[in-house]
């Protein structure tokens, strides 16, 4: 959780936007105890404002099952898992109070996802057939291989590689119907 709450604190964007003088959270002073961008914002306030030694993440800590129910606090956790939940959280906490629900379009547009998402495309070709297929997916984040590579450059380059796709991973061609590589 630490980990997590520090990357999230030194994260530009969300450290400016926390940092203005206007509540990044829609909710009411009660609900804001409850809220999960309402306590990130006061845990980056209090972290980049504030001369301590130590910060204590109280609302995270005793809140983990606000984040995702499955937590308990003790328990040692994923810190990828655990920074997905708090996004989720604190995205869902935001698209609650639009009313009437927002369509996925406009959903897509709040902070976290203008802050932390991107589009991944994947494009699959056909060759001799003359067939593309071409998919845009939205992510949060991606899972790089660092073991492979020696600087985030390299690992985005490896991950952005082209791969053949061959033997078990075959791709089944819907203009031919045809298992090609």
């Known amino acids: 959780m630490n980990s997590v709450l520090q990357c999230l604190t030194h994260t530009a964007p969300l450290a400016e936007l926390c940092l203005r003088d206007v509540d990044v959270s829609s909710s009411s002073d009660i609900q804001q105890q409850l809220d999960p961008i309402a306590a990130t914002q006061a845990h980056i306030k209090r972290a980049l404002t504030v001369a301590h030694s130590a910060l204590q993440p109280k609302w995270h800590a005793r809140n983990l099952k606000a984040i995702n129910r499955r937590f308990r606090l003790g328990r040692q956790e994923d810190a990828h898992e655990y920074l997905r939940c708090v996004l989720d959280a604190m995205h869902e906490s935001f698209l609650k109070h639009i009313k009437p629900k927002p369509p996925p379009e406009l959903a897509a547009t709040t902070f976290v996802q203008r802050i932390f998402g991107g589009k991944l495309r994947s494009q699959i070709i056909c060759e001799g057939v003359d ?19 020696n600087s985030l450059a390299k690992a985005l380059q490896h991950f952005t590689a082209a791969e053949v796709l061959d033997g078990d991973n075959r791709y089944r061609c819907p203009k031919n119907s045809k298992l090609v590589s």
């Open 131 to 149: 067939y593309t297929s071409s998919t845009i997916d939205p992510f949060l984040d991606l899972s790089l291989e660092i073991n492979k590579a």
